[in-house]
């Protein structure tokens, strides 16, 4: 024992890596931010998500505003309460930005995605294909003997729903938008 | 009136129009129209440093030391690599710079040109913002929001990178005051409802702390006015970070000192025992809190930050201000006057008595004793000796940091420039040199280990041919002082690679240089010694030789609580002697 009264090279600490005791629910949460439309833009937005370690579950960006150049991106992030007001806060101070809303906390909002699904088959199976997305409203937009490509368009968990539905009927390929959120009402 | 102009001469013209005096930088093919622009004229004067690292870092100097955002002119590729460092060290430390780089001609961006990198996606996640400027057109309005964006909010560190056809191209200069305005435009008065609870806190709480930080200094010189005035009409005691010191004086009565890992035992104790902590312009940072679930237990925790993103960061607070600092105190100390200038008298008494027992401890003193320097009394007489001066303070990295800020007395802000967030050795040097390029009467002294000082070493030139005096102070212990002694208590004594070998002699470095080499080893003749150093109108290298195996104490060992702290082997041993209560 140095005179110290911790034995040297004892500790089992480290200065780093000492999470507070903060809640550790985590928490889906939908974003829209507003930015100008420069270049590099949405690499500073994902830049900040990948080097302080939040998760994106889904991102989608277009210009809204062609005279004032803004952009609206759309993030599904997931973390703990205080994770998200950090997202929020960090997001807020890009210079670019101008807005940064959290649809999930303020009030009712609708969230809808598109997704194409190309499903491949023949007979019963292509027939009860086609009679699901007529009931989950979604188009072929495409069609061979052996193959359709339908469109949908809804809430995520909707299209999860119909793909976990496809997927023994033949389902080969998928893409999906990501999610487009507003807040309901003015 | 629109003016013509190339973009090489626009670049000068608008760096004249923001009021910048002094550019730092180093010239190459990319940023060559810039530098024929900066040869014909005399308004800004343009230091040669001898790495682009070395640049940055004089620019932080000259930043801090000032109020004023610095300049760095460095050329495409390897020039803004070497920045990246100094960048980082900025943002981390909320230092306003503009940095200007070159940039390959914009036909050829992408066909990995000679001495082409992606300088804005390289320096994308270590400045405040960056920008390629694609048309001259856009030039002149774009640094003027540089500017603006530096400056404004917690400020930071700004890139404009600039291909080398936009700098010969011409188009219409555009003067600060018809540049675009900036959505950029932060938050600077508090929200009054949060004042108005912090004011209710102070007049009831029994054990209220103070703990400021760098925002205080990056505030201006009216908040360190506005804070001075809030401690003395209130009694509270107040404590620092490493990057606030010198906003309230070393010599104020109610000063505890700095706090954090290395941080005075007083100013730690009251920390853990408080029932009110302020927080003015500090962040929570990890070298501050100590192990988060047992930090400061029993306090309701208030934070002014003009940073959103730093309240509830890492501690959970419970009034947070969100506001520049100046303001915030302002109003602070207007309602709480009109409140009728109330606090708990008697609980303060209490709590006043209860730090004056932790002061007992007097956690910083050592023995000077044997032929051998103890860094301590190095620093200790170097503060006796220069006090007096219009003296500014730079550091490296290290044990020798930590000395410094804790036998050093700050009177003022911006006197005291060191790398507080990013911890980048090899800082002090230039940023002596940035600091003595704004105050040529002063007396400017980096404060080193020899070890980091080694890492910029190059910027002796740069003193020697701009003839700054500035004073290289090095603690030479010919170790990696900081990283032994965390070799010693946490990794079972095995000194893997913290020694340094092959030092130079650094008496005939220095003159090697043109400059003055002192060496010191015996702590009679220290005295001595320093007088000369300060007398000498020329850079000096003071090379004091010390005792190598000195540990920095008070200590919080990594992952414990502030009143956890481990004091020195002088202090501890006394204590055991006495048969008294251990403090560890």
Redesign the interface.
Known sequence: MSPLKIKKGSSKHSAYNLRPQFSDVQETHTLAVIVDNEPGVLARVIGLFSGRGYNIDSLTVAEVDHTGHTSRITIVTTGTPQVIEQIKAQLGRIVPVHEVHDLTVEGASVERELALLKVEGEGDKRVEALRLADIFRANAVDSTHSSFVFEITGAPEKIDAFAELMRPLGLVEMARTGVAAMSRGL | MTRQMTGAKMVVQALKDQGVDVVFGYPGGAVLPIYDEIFQQNDIRHVLVRHEQGAVHAAEGYARSTGKPGVVLVTSGPGATNAVTGLTDALMDSIPLVVLTGQVPTFMIGTDAFQEADT??IT??CT???W?VSDTKNLSDTIHQAFH?ATS??PGPVLIDIPKDVQFASADYVGPQKART???QPQVKGDIEGITDLVAAIEKAKRPVFYTGGGVINSGPAASQLLRELVEATGIPITSTLMGLGAYPASGKHWLGMLG?HGLYEANMAMHGCDLMINIGARFD??ITG???A?SPDSTKAHIDI???S??????TDIPIVGDIAHVLEDVLKVWKSRGRKVNGEGLAKWWARIEEWRKVDCLKFKQQGKTIKPQYALHRLEELTKGHDRYICTEVGQHQMWAAQYMGFEGPNRWMTSGGLGTMGYGFPASIGVQMAHPEALVINVAGEASWLMNMQEMGTAVQYRLPVKQFILNNERLGMVRQWQ???????YSSSWSEALPDFVKLAEAFGAKGILCKDPADLDDAIMEMLDYDGPVIFDCLVEKHENCFPMI????PHNKM?LG?VS??DA?KEGGA?L?
């Open positions: 804005v996606g994308r996640p405040k913002h960056n390629l964006v909010g917690r900036h959505h950029y890992m990890d070298r192990r988060l679930d930090f940073d959103p993103s309240i509830n960061k890492v501690i959970k010693e208590l946490l990794h079972g004594e095995r060992p990594s992952g414990e481990l082997e501890t041993k055991i251990v560890v």
